[in-house]
C-alpha cells in the first residue's frame, strides 16, 4: 500500500514536471519572439518620446533665434545692404556706374537731368563699415530730380544721400524772354558702404 502510494506521488511529480517543460516549451515557441518584439517597440517608443522632447526644445527657442538674427540684420545689415566692390577704387567705380545708371533710367534726356559732376571723397571719420562717397553736382528738372532722389532710396545695395543743397537755376532760350524749363542746382554727398569693417584705433592703443 505504501510502495503504491509512493509511486502514485513520483508520477504526480513527473506530470508536473512534464507540464512545466510544456509550458516552457510552448513560451519559447509562441510568445518569446512576442514579448522581445514588444521590449524592442517599447524602447523604440522612449527613443522617439526623447527625440520629441528634444525637438520641442529647439522650436522654442527657434522664434529666439530669428528674434535674434532681425536684431543683427538691422544693425549690420546683410550682403546684399553693400556694394560687390572689395577697394576703394573699385567702390568708388561702382557707386559712379550707379549713379549714371538711376540718372539714365528716370530720364530721357540729358536736358531733363544732366550730373555736372560727382567727385570721389575720402571720409576722415571712420564709420563702423567703409564707405564710398562722391560728392554730386546736378541740374535736374524738379520732377525728375524727385524720381532719382526716390531711387536712390530704395536702392539696392543702400545709398544714403547727405548735406543736400537745392537751389532753382532758371535757364533762358533767349535775351529777354521769360524764363522757361526751370530747373535745380542740387549738390549732395552719395554714399554706400562696402562690406568691410573699420577697425578704430582707440587713444590709448600703441600707435
Not at 548735406?163 to 533767349?174: I, K
Request: with cysteine; hydrophobic share 40%; proline share 3%.
Amino acid at each position: 500500500m505504501t510502495a503504491l502510494a509512493n509511486k502514485s506521488e513520483l508520477n504526480r511529480w513527473y506530470a508536473l514536471a512534464i507540464l512545466g517543460f510544456v509550458i516552457v516549451l510552448i513560451y519559447f515557441i509562441f510568445f518569446q519572439g512576442f514579448v522581445a518584439e514588444h521590449s524592442l517597440m517599447n524602447e523604440e517608443i522612449d527613443a522617439l518620446e526623447q527625440d520629441r522632447q528634444e525637438y520641442a526644445q529647439l522650436v522654442k527657442i527657434i522664434p529666439e533665434l530669428q528674434k535674434r538674427i532681425n536684431t543683427v540684420k538691422t544693425n549690420v545689415g546683410d550682403n546684399t545692404s553693400f556694394l560687390l566692390a572689395d577697394s576703394y577704387n573699385l567702390g568708388t567705380a561702382e557707386l559712379t556706374r550707379t549713379l549714371k545708371s538711376i540718372v539714365s533710367e528716370n530720364t530721357a534726356s540729358t536736358s531733363e537731368c544732366q550730373t555736372v559732376s560727382n567727385t570721389p571723397y575720402r571720409d576722415k571719420k571712420p564709420d563702423q563699415f567703409e564707405k564710398i562717397v562722391l560728392k554730386v553736382r546736378m541740374r535736374c528738372q524738379y520732377d525728375k530730380m524727385l524720381n532719382v532722389l526716390l531711387a536712390f532710396q530704395e536702392h539696392v545695395p543702400y545709398l544714403f544721400v547727405d548735406n543736400l543743397n537745392l537751389e532753382q537755376h532758371l535757364v533762358r532760350t533767349r535775351r529777354n524772354q521769360n524764363p522757361t524749363h526751370p530747373k535745380l542746382e542740387v549738390r549732395f554727398d552719395l554714399i554706400a558702404y562696402m562690406n568691410k569693417p573699420v577697425k578704430v584705433k582707440k587713444k590709448n592703443d600703441k600707435k
